[in-house]
């Protein structure tokens, strides 16, 4: 009795559709973001707050601040691209040259989550 009472059950949700839905749209999430690239499609053209503007309409071409927020150029130069990552964190914050820079000081910890730098590894962009 009680085994037919779970599959009304089950059939009544399926019927309304509140029971797959859920993880459909879930996988569909993972999905995409498995899928997406490391690194952005093209390089970053101008370095931070070197971009040409037009004075008169205050519009830039460059965004660079933008390009910031975006995760696209380095937090501690801002003038290289984000190209490289921490051990054992996974941040990618810095380019390679800042990133071997702090991994080889006296406080060799990540500039996102203060956790110790074992290693820094290069992205290979092809």
Request: net charge negative; glycine share 8%; charged share 25%.
């Amino acid at each position: 009795m009680a085994r037919l009472l779970v599959i009304f059950i089950f059939l009544i949700l399926k019927y309304f559709g509140d029971f797959g839905s859920e993880t459909t749209t879930f996988e569909e999430e993972v999905r995409e973001t498995e899928t997406n690239p490391l690194l952005p499609s093209k390089r970053v053209p101008f370095t931070y707050g070197a971009c040409e503007e037009d004075l008169e309409s205050g519009e830039g071409n460059g965004g660079s601040s933008q390009d910031l927020y975006d995760g696209k150029i380095c937090v501690i130069c801002f003038d290289e691209p984000r190209n490289c990552f921490f051990v054992p964190c996974g941040h990618c914050a810095t380019c390679y040259v800042c990133a071997q820079r702090i991994a080889k000081g006296d406080n060799s910890v990540c500039p996102v989550c203060r956790r110790f730098i074992r290693k820094v590894r290069k992205f290979i962009v092809q």
